[in-house]
């Protein structure tokens, strides 16, 4: 088996992203062929019809073939991924509830939606370690809880804070399992933190969309709009006047962001670099290195293909190297010339 590490997070990005999102041909064509047969039918019948087509005619390798036949799953994960909604609260979409639930209700009850994290985070309980939590830690370390899990505990002695250490520790271990405010609700702490998502709002296009976005975040709240806005007309000057807390949150949740960040720009700034590969495959490409220093370079261009294997991805990193030599031996005589 082949181990390499990859230290550089934008050619594992680009690795990722390019495998991910190889090119299939023949898939379109077929797509549009399956919705051009199901033209009159309804559009729950043409969804299942051209998602039969999509399983059935995509294009994939042996291994996952033989993975598929033998039921053999896919990918296996030990930490899951919680979506956090960060909208303006008019914006954020709603899931309604069963029917089983909206029959209990009242004739006059409002209460039909279902609670999104950002709703339970707003009535967690009134217990001093969730004063400084936000809601990016929240929506990590919380999910609903079981019916088995609910008999196991008793939800008033859970709610309870230790009393043996001061009110505003906020290393002071999260409590395993807490009750909604004026809600049934359980919810159990996570064994393994989640990784919480969001959409990723552009501060130079919609700043005040991506300031009210970090303050949702990272700051902790009970009532949206008036801790977040306080005094404040827009919610820029309150991500100022919060920009200490909010930052030091942010660091701890989301510590490679930064990182990631600087790739983008990277790549907006710079486009893809030239040898990005070149850290996933450094013994290939020490091979590569090895044999054009061993060719002369007046006969380089004739015994490329002779000499040297006929792998796509070498010959292609080859030709990179043999055009930037072939410029500098252009330049070297013009400067000999000269």
Same mark, same amino acid.
């Given at each position: 088996?082949?181990?390499?590490?990859?230290? $550089?997070?934008?050619?594992?990005?680009? *690795?990722?992203v390019?495998?991910?999102?190889?090119?299939?041909?023949?898939?379109?064509?077929m797509?549009?062929?399956?919705?051009s047969?199901?033209?009159?039918?309804?559009?729950?019948?043409?969804?299942?019809?051209?998602? *039969?087509?999509?399983?059935g005619?995509?294009?994939?390798?042996?291994?996952?073939?033989? /993975?598929?036949l033998?039921g053999?799953?896919?990918? !296996?994960?030990n930490?899951?991924? %919680?979506?956090?909604?960060?909208?303006?609260?008019?914006?954020r979409?709603?899931?309604?509830?069963?029917?089983?639930?909206?029959?209990?209700?009242? $004739?006059?009850?409002?209460?039909? /939606?279902c609670?999104?994290?950002?709703?339970?985070?707003?009535?967690?309980?009134?217990i001093?370690i969730?004063?400084?939590?936000c809601?990016?830690? &929240?929506?990590?370390? *919380?999910d !609903?809880?079981?019916?088995?899990?609910k008999?196991?505990?008793? $939800?008033e002695?859970?709610?309870?804070?230790? #009393?043996?250490?001061?009110e505003? $520790?906020?290393? +002071?271990e999260?409590?395993?399992?807490?009750?909604?405010?004026d809600?049934d609700?359980?919810?159990?702490?996570?064994?393994?933190?989640?990784? #919480?998502r969001? @959409?990723?709002v552009?501060?130079?296009?919609?700043?005040?969309?991506?300031?009210?976005? +970090?303050?949702?975040? &990272?700051?902790p709240?009970r009532?949206?709009?008036?801790?977040?806005?306080?005094?404040?007309? &827009?919610?820029?000057?309150? /991500?100022?006047?919060?920009?200490?807390?909010?930052?030091?949150?942010k660091?701890?949740?989301?510590? /490679?962001a930064?990182?990631?960040? +600087?790739a983008?720009e990277?790549?907006?700034?710079?486009?893809? #670099?030239? @040898?990005?590969?070149d850290?996933?495959? #450094?013994?290939?490409?020490?091979?590569?290195?090895d044999?054009?220093?061993?060719?002369?370079?007046?006969?380089?261009?004739?015994?490329?293909r002779?000499?040297?294997?006929?792998?796509?991805?070498?010959?292609?990193?080859?030709? %990179?190297?043999?055009?930037?030599?072939? *410029?500098?031996?252009?330049?070297?005589?013009k400067?000999y010339?000269?």
């Amino acid at each position: 088996m082949d181990l390499q590490f990859v230290c $550089d997070a934008y050619a594992c990005i680009s *690795y990722i992203v390019a495998y991910v999102t190889k090119d299939e041909k023949e898939m379109s064509q077929m797509l549009k062929l399956a919705a051009s047969e199901m033209r009159n039918a309804d559009v729950k019948t043409r969804l299942k019809h051209i998602g *039969y087509v999509f399983l059935g005619n995509r294009e994939i390798s042996a291994q996952e073939a033989a /993975y598929r036949l033998l039921g053999i799953p896919l990918k !296996r994960c030990n930490t899951k991924v %919680v979506w956090i909604p960060t909208d303006f609260k008019e914006n954020r979409i709603s899931i309604l509830k069963s029917q089983n639930l909206l029959d209990d209700l009242e $004739d006059d009850s409002t209460d039909v /939606y279902c609670k999104s994290i950002v709703d339970k985070y707003a009535i967690r309980p009134f217990i001093p370690i969730f004063s400084n939590t936000c809601l990016a830690q &929240f929506a990590s370390m *919380y999910d !609903r809880a079981t019916s088995q899990s609910k008999s196991f505990t008793n $939800d008033e002695s859970e709610n309870e804070q230790d #009393p043996s250490l001061p009110e505003t $520790d906020v290393h +002071q271990e999260l409590p395993k399992i807490i009750t909604l405010q004026d809600t049934d609700v359980i919810m159990k702490k996570r064994t393994n933190p989640a990784v #919480p998502r969001w @959409h990723v709002v552009s501060e130079n296009k919609n700043p005040e969309k991506y300031y009210h976005q +970090q303050l949702l975040l &990272f700051v902790p709240w009970r009532r949206e709009e008036e801790d977040l806005l306080k005094e404040n007309t &827009f919610y820029e000057e309150s /991500y100022n006047d919060m920009l200490t807390i909010l930052t030091e949150n942010k660091n701890h949740i989301a510590e /490679y962001a930064s990182l990631v960040s +600087q790739a983008v720009e990277q790549f907006q700034e710079n486009g893809p #670099p030239q @040898h990005a590969w070149d850290m996933l495959d #450094p013994e290939g490409n020490l091979q590569i290195n090895d044999r054009i220093q061993k060719i002369g370079k007046t006969a380089m261009m004739t015994t490329m293909r002779n000499n040297l294997l006929g792998h796509n991805y070498i010959d292609h990193q080859l030709q %990179v190297r043999l055009e930037s030599m072939k *410029y500098q031996t252009m330049s070297s005589k013009k400067l000999y010339v000269v």
